[in-house]
């Protein structure tokens, strides 16, 4: 069992969450989890909540592979009023600001979200774990591999897991001498690393317990699924279930997800199985 202070509010991860998906951009790999309004970011928000997600992600920039960064004035431009609105809407919804800008995941904090979910890692902003530690806030540290433009042109590791667990190692000593108190770490699936690499990721994923922090995982619709059962993303959802019942019995703590209904329900087969033991 786990325990987030999100700035007063406590969060306890005794069971697995599901972290929803809301994209407010234009080129997102996931055409379907793409909005571009404050009404279709309420509508996707809405549903989600009833679905039962315990946290909604919003990002106003996509990382996918090949994509281009934007800057933060755009990114906020997009994010916060979706942010604004959602707590407007729904109050009490646990938001965390997809960014690796420390500016936006500050602002996003004014306005109310809880937790920051930076796939640099704080790599691309020597601000950003300052800036998380005194809005005292759950900081998510993913590992990736050179940056989105380019994190798919031939990825190489000697050895995936074990260079994965030593980058987290670091950045959770280096988020700790910021001040960070609750860290999450992520894999980082998908994020310069093959096929091969995120199955070999996903089967050692109890490794990653070592670290004492909740693990996340982010497979929801990704090409390790599409490409290696010959479909496309919009096609994705059972392999995504597969895979997320998987990392599930790995020692995920919370699944990143687009489709939150099918997601919960593997969390709660998933409890129902242990519970039977």
Known sequence: MYTLNCNGRLIVVDKP???GIINITPDSFYEASRVDSVDAVLCKAEQMIKEGADILDIGGQSTRPGSEQ???DEELRRAIPAIEAILKSFPGTVISIDTFHASVAREAGAVGALMVN??????FDPEMMLT???MN???????MKGEPARMQENPHYENVTAEVLDFLVGKVTACVEAGIKDIIVDPGFGFGKNIRHNFTLLRELSVFRILDKPIMVGLSRKSTIYKTLGISADEALNGSTVLHTIALMNGANILRVHDVKEAREAVILYQFYMDAG
């Open 17 to 19: 969450l599901v972290m």
């Open 70 to 72: 934007i800057k933060p």
């Open 118 to 123: 930076d796939i640099s890692a704080g790599n």
């Open 132 to 134: 998380v530690a005194a």
């Open 137 to 143: 806030i759950p900081y998510i540290c993913m590992h």
